[in-house]
């Protein structure tokens, strides 16, 4: 399950062994696509990875932070270090496949 970020949590995801933000926007066609893949794999890798969403237009600040400029955009963390990225819509499988790369 994907936990909603909000300008104030960000320390939880910083804290997080492994995370996995996804930005996103409402109107975001590409996000909406992806949205169902992820949450599929937050259960497939739930107690490895958490799962964050957080919605660009109302966590300006997050994303931000994070140096968004496109979306959808899915940031890997080990321990608060970004450790990679990707920026589009992507199928499960590469997606799955890059995560388990990065555990």
């Not at 066609?29 to 107690?47: D, R, T």
């Not at 799962?51 to 600040?61: A, K, M, P, S, T």
């Not at 899915?74 to 970004?82: A, D, F, S, W």
């Amino acid at each position: 399950m994907l936990k909603e970020i909000l300008n104030d949590n960000l320390d939880e995801v910083n804290a997080s062994e492994v995370a996995l933000v996804d930005f996103n926007a409402t109107w975001c066609g590409p996000c909406k696509m992806i949205a169902p893949v992820l949450q599929e794999l937050s259960e497939e890798f739930a107690g490895q990875i958490d799962f964050y969403g957080c919605d660009v237009d109302e966590n300006q600040l997050a994303a931000q932070q994070f140096g968004v400029m496109s979306i959808p955009m899915m940031v890997l963390l080990k321990k608060g270090q970004r450790v990679d990225q990707k920026i589009g819509f992507m199928p499960k499988a590469f997606l799955e496949t890059w995560l388990r790369q990065n555990l």
